[in-house]
């Protein structure tokens, strides 16, 4: 525990069989007081690995996608008592270093929300290995979420975020997609109730085994983060 808030990092996992150990690895020792990673049945054997090593290991039976996936990951830390829940991606892309820097932000700044920026330096995404269409497409959307729902964010799209339990007691993930837009729904949650959302630079890498998702579904994931902006801004949805 640190200043009597208990730690968990959760890890939703899809196909993260060759990347697991290093990135469960990298996580600070003696910061997390539980590790759970959610298999959101995998095609390869993360299972396998991830039951090797010191964590709570829960397995879709089937496929639920990557909001579905939180949604358990959240409840599993809840479960367990958590009260600083940090997501990681287990394909290692975002560096865990930054672990201690969120979790402090929380536990000593008071804050109920910590967002990883890839794009607050911006070079050092580029030089992370983030491709050029990527890079653009995420100032693009970012540009136009802010316009949007009144905020100054520098990347509406990090994987890499920290809770408070504060925050699942005003706001009802329940609601949100199963899918990739989930990550802006709660943007927009945060935002409805007023709740700040700090942000720290981090640096990631992108490399062959880490996953990505392509130009198609890219432009899908755009449409639907704009989509689900516009609902909120009209009314046509409450949050």
Known sequence: MINGNKIAVVMPAYNAEKTLVRCYQDIPQGLADIVILVDDCSRDN????????????????RNLGYGGNQKTCYRLAFEHGADVIIMLHPDHQYDPKFIPEMVKEITENKELVVFGSR???????????????KFVFNIILTKFGNILLGTELSEFHSGFRAYHRKVFEVTDIRRNSDNFVFDTQMIIQLKDKNIKIKEIPITTRYFPEASQIGLIPSIRYGCGILYHVFLYKTGLTKY
């Open 119 to 133: 794009m607050i330096n911006r070079e050092h995404a580029l030089a992370g290995g983030m491709p050029r269409w």
């Open 46 to 61: 993360t299972v396998e690995v991830a039951r090797k090593l010191p964590i709570i290991v829960h397995r879709h039976e």
